[in-house]
């Protein structure tokens, strides 16, 4: 069965860094575009980034475009989330997710994943 663990959460101060890890297993992710999503409490769950299946198209929320980076390692069916100069507008559970193989292209919209993993926590403090 499909499976996305996401890990790297945690607590950081206003300007700070973090990096979300997710774990693909299952099946292969090789020929899927995987993105990132964040749901603050009481709020929807939205778009943070996404990337296809080579790695070499990337697309971002505008509210994290130059903070933050997405990339993946297809050799080890992983996905990251490099995030820098955090600010407590991040603070929300972020989540993994896989499109369906076969879809290689990312994505920003919620109803196109179909594997997410549990969530982690990121709390920015001021």
């Known amino acids: 069965q499909a499976q996305l663990v996401e890990s790297g959460g945690g607590l950081v101060q206003a300007g700070g860094s973090l990096r979300l890890s997710c774990a693909a297993s299952g099946r292969s992710f090789r020929n899927s575009a995987m993105g990132w999503f964040r749901q603050a409490p009481g709020k929807d769950r939205n778009f943070v980034a996404t990337?296809?299946?080579?790695?070499?198209?990337?697309k971002y929320a505008d509210s994290v475009s130059g903070r933050f980076t997405i990339s993946r390692d297809n050799t080890k069916n992983m996905v990251f989330l490099q995030m820098n100069s955090l600010r407590p507008e991040d603070t929300a559970v972020y989540y993994c997710?896989?499109?369906?193989?076969?879809?290689?292209?990312?994505?920003?919209?919620?109803?196109?994943?179909?594997?997410w993993g549990q969530g982690t926590q990121v709390t920015v403090s001021s």
């Open positions: 990337i296809n299946w080579s790695g070499d198209s990337t």
């Open positions: 997710a896989a499109r369906r193989a076969g879809y290689g292209s990312g994505s920003s919209m919620v109803s196109d994943y179909g594997v």
